[in-house]
């Protein structure tokens, strides 16, 4: 059975950092694609970062330059450093995985940017 576990929520004033981890059992995240998710108040839920398995990366361009992707294989964490953190990046993340029995998301984690 698949489980993904975000943790590392909280609230945060503009400009400020946080990192958010995805713990993972029942899959390996070295193996596969990882990507955070983000789910802004009434907004549709939007890639934000993503880590292939050749650990290439990927990022949305509202969080380009601010947001960092990495993942640890002992751990089989994947973590998402934020920095310079906007109100507009308000709302719940969610870890994803996927492998070849299917796709997995994590319960997701809040994340507050006051201004």
């Known amino acids: 059975q698949v489980q993904l576990v975000e943790s590392g929520g909280g609230l945060v004033q503009a400009g400020g950092s946080l990192t958010i981890t995805c713990a993972a059992s029942?899959?390996?995240?070295?193996?596969?694609?990882v990507e955070w998710y983000r789910q802004s108040p009434g907004k549709e839920r939007e890639m934000v970062a993503r880590?292939?398995?050749?650990?290439?990366?990927n990022y949305a361009d509202s969080v380009k330059g601010r947001f960092s992707i990495d993942r640890r294989n002992a751990e089989n964490t994947v973590s998402l450093r934020m920095n310079s953190l906007k109100p507009e990046d308000t709302g719940v993340y969610f870890c994803?995985?996927?492998?070849?029995?299917?796709?997995?998301w994590g319960q997701g984690t809040q994340v507050t940017v006051s201004s």
């Open positions: 880590i292939t398995r050749g650990s290439s990366r």
């Open positions: 994803h995985s996927r492998d070849w029995r299917g796709n997995y």
């Open positions: 029942g899959i390996m995240f070295s193996e596969n694609l």
